[in-house]
């Protein structure tokens, strides 16, 4: 237990820590001749198993671990314990959009006619799936307005790469396939990475001081050699872009495309259409916007929607309707081709059209929620943390450590310390024009009351930083694994193929 006094529980003795904890493994509560199952005497012949496998029979396993079946399941239920999961905690993870997945999802999901749909069934016996697709696909097209989506995109990077392949077939089409790609420092990570694996240059634009795209330094920078923009509606600051459609206008009368990376719809969908801000293409996450569980990374889905111009480069195979059922299209001369097999990730696609059938009409209630959570843990933390951009936020807010640096306190600490308190951190070091960003958002999913528990202990931790910064930079001290050297864990880790070596060596400050 930790020298430090002031902890979340102060009462709790280093006994029942370590029981908490679960610092023991089954392989401690191995007994021998501990079972967790007496199955009942033969009622018929027994087989002889040394005459069955000869000399590969083994009457003991070495290592072989003896518990009952308490042991176990205690056992299996500490380690699911030991997680800040999204079901017991709030997630705030900006970006990531970690919300509640409602179990109607599961349960649809985990229907044997969709769960045990075998992916080389041919069309004609998986008219019900091809159903499911083809009803998504409208929803999609309702919520957007575009003239088609393809479902394909196996998560949000890789509906990125379909768009920005579509573009550069439209332009080859046209005759110019171009050379440049124009993407603001807010941007998603990948939208460069993409925009590159697709063979374009990279060229950055610059936010404003509100975080904001310039109408004035785009113009000055799209040229007839530039193919497209791709920007972040609502960006990584968590503000909408104002002047979007001064930016369509202006990419548009160069004749390049409007890419949007959807993965921020959940702070408008069912509010606004992005076709009608003049979006050109746009993916969706779906795991993030309509909700599946993707921590880890994965599993998700990038639908991407695109305006009529684009339809004819959408990856194969379309899903097209045919007398009183549907069929899969492959005759699309100028497709990009197949993003990956099968369906896409078929599961995501069944719990994204439960999500939205469940709201109906009311969808845009996820958007009003999640901008209206994001504000009010904005409003709260606003006198404690330090926000570099003052432009109003949307479904996430973007604090940053300036004013805990001045005691030697940073995002990191911040983050470790709030483990502490029973909720996972949020989003560190992101966006890269925020130093010491700690990116919070709340998703529509979480109640007043964990949004005010949540804000009681940033306020709390920002006042330790104030007055016992050590125990903020010593963070985390109730957790089961303590402060660790993070860049010697992840070279050390590398060498030995393992962190248990790293894990077990005395803690040192990252």
């Known amino acids: ?24 493994s089954i392989f401690d509560a191995s007994r021998p001749g501990r079972r967790g199952v007496l199955l009942p005497p033969l009622d018929v012949p027994g087989a002889d198993p040394e005459a069955l496998f000869g000399t590969l029979h083994r009457a003991e396993v070495e290592g072989e671990v003896e518990a009952s079946e308490v042991d176990a399941i205690r056992h299996f239920t500490r380690l699911s314990q030991k997680n800040l999961s999204i079901d017991a905690n709030l997630y705030p993870l900006g970006s990531c959009t970690m919300k509640h997945n409602p179990r109607i999802n599961e349960e649809i999901a985990r229907l044997a006619g969709f769960a045990d749909v075998h992916p080389y069934t041919p069309a004609h016996l998986s008219q019900g799936a091809l ?28 509906g990125e790469l379909a768009g920005c392949l579509m573009i550069r077939a439209a332009h080859v089409k046209a005759g110019a396939p171009r050379k440049y790609v124009l993407v603001p420092d807010s941007a998603h990570g990948t939208n460069p990475a993409s925009a590159h694996f697709a063979g374009y240059e990279v060229k950055e634009l610059a936010s404003t001081p509100r ?4 109408p004035a330094e785009l113009e000055k920078k799209m040229t007839d050699e530039v ?63 309509f909700s599946t569980p993707h921590g ?42 197949r993003m990956r097999t099968f369906y896409g990730n078929f599961g995501v696609l069944v719990r994204a059209l439960t999500y939205i059938l469940s709201y109906g009409q009311e969808i845009g209630e996820v958007a009003e929620n999640a901008v209206l959570n994001a ?7 606003a006198p404690f943390y330090h926000l570099k951009y003052d432009a109003p936020s949307y479904h996430e807010v973007v604090f940053d450590d300036k004013l805990q640096a001045a005691k030697g306190v940073h995002n990191i600490d911040v983050a470790k310390r709030l483990m502490d308190y029973g909720f996972h951190p949020p989003t560190m070091s992101f966006p890269l024009i925020v130093p010491g960003a700690l990116m919070i958002e709340p998703t529509e999913s979480e109640p007043i009351e964990e949004l005010d528990a949540f804000a009681d202990a940033m306020i709390a931790i920002a006042k330790e930083a104030e007055e016992t910064p050590e125990l903020v930079t010593s ?28 894990l077990r060596a005395p803690v040192r400050r990252s």
């Open 1 to 24: 237990m930790s020298d430090h006094g002031n902890l979340v529980n102060p009462t709790l003795d280093a006994a029942l820590l370590d029981r908490r904890r679960g610092s023991s």
């Open 131 to 158: 159903e499911l697709m083809a009803r998504l696909e409208a929803a999609l097209i309702a919520l957007t307005g575009f003239a088609r989506v393809t479902l394909q995109p196996s998560a949000g990077a890789n």
């Open 211 to 214: 975080g904001t795209l310039d």
């Open 227 to 289: 193919a497209a923009v791709m920007i972040t509606v609502p960006n990584t600051l968590g503000v909408f872009e104002e002047n979007i459609l001064d930016v369509s206008r202006i990419v548009h009368a160069r004749g390049g495309f409007v890419y949007l990376d959807g993965a921020n719809f959940n702070a408008f969908v069912g509010k606004v259409r992005p076709a009608d801000m003049g979006v050109d293409v746009m993916h969706m996450n779906l795991h993030k916007t």
């Open 296 to 337: 880890g990374g994965g599993p998700g889905a990038g639908p991407v929607g695109v305006g009529a111009a684009l339809v004819p480069f959408l990856p194969v195979p379309t899903i097209e309707p045919e007398g009183a059922g549907f069929r899969l299209d492959f005759d699309r001369p100028d497709s990009i081709g």
């Open 375 to 381: 504000n009010y843990l904005r409003k709260k933390l």
């Open 475 to 502: 963070a985390p001290h109730v957790t089961p694994v303590g402060r660790v050297d993070e860049a010697l864990l992840a070279r050390e880790a590398s060498r030995a193929g393992s962190f248990a070596p790293v």
